[in-house]
């Protein structure tokens, strides 16, 4: 079993940050790509950014050089860090990860639970 768990949203004024982490465990044994998504109400869920293995990184137009994303390998979690904030950033933020689980084993896609973000006017 792997779990990807998503902390660090909640609610904070425009122009404020906050920092997401998401933490995988479980039966890994190499992490891929990971990122962040999100989906507002009544919107589809669209990439944010996301982060190779070896440290490669995109983002969505609207959040560069705003936000960013990093990794530790180590602790098999990835990061956002989110600075800058609109109200139009509000939502529910979903980590992903391409996870193998063993040794020649192809990735498959886990997502976490999500965690919302909220940003006021």
């Known amino acids: 079993q792997v779990q990807l768990v998503e902390s660090g949203g909640g609610l904070v004024q425009a122009g404020g940050s906050l920092r997401l982490s998401c933490a995988a465990s479980?039966?890994?044994?190499?992490?891929?790509?990971m990122g962040w998504y999100r989906q507002a109400p009544g919107k589809q869920r669209e990439l944010v950014a996301r982060?190779?293995?070896?440290?490669?990184?995109n983002y969505a137009d609207s959040v560069k050089g705003r936000f960013t994303i990093s990794r530790d390998n180590a602790k098999n979690t990835v990061y956002l860090q989110m600075n800058s904030l609109k109200p139009e950033d509000t939502a529910v933020y979903y980590c992903?990860?391409?996870?193998?689980?063993?040794?020649?084993?192809?990735?498959?896609?886990?997502w976490g639970q999500g965690t919302q973000v909220t940003v006021s006017s």
């Open positions: 992903n990860a391409g996870i193998g689980i063993g040794l020649g084993s192809s990735w498959s896609d886990y």
């Open positions: 479980g039966r890994i044994f190499s992490i891929n790509t």
């Open positions: 982060i190779s293995s070896g440290g490669s990184t």
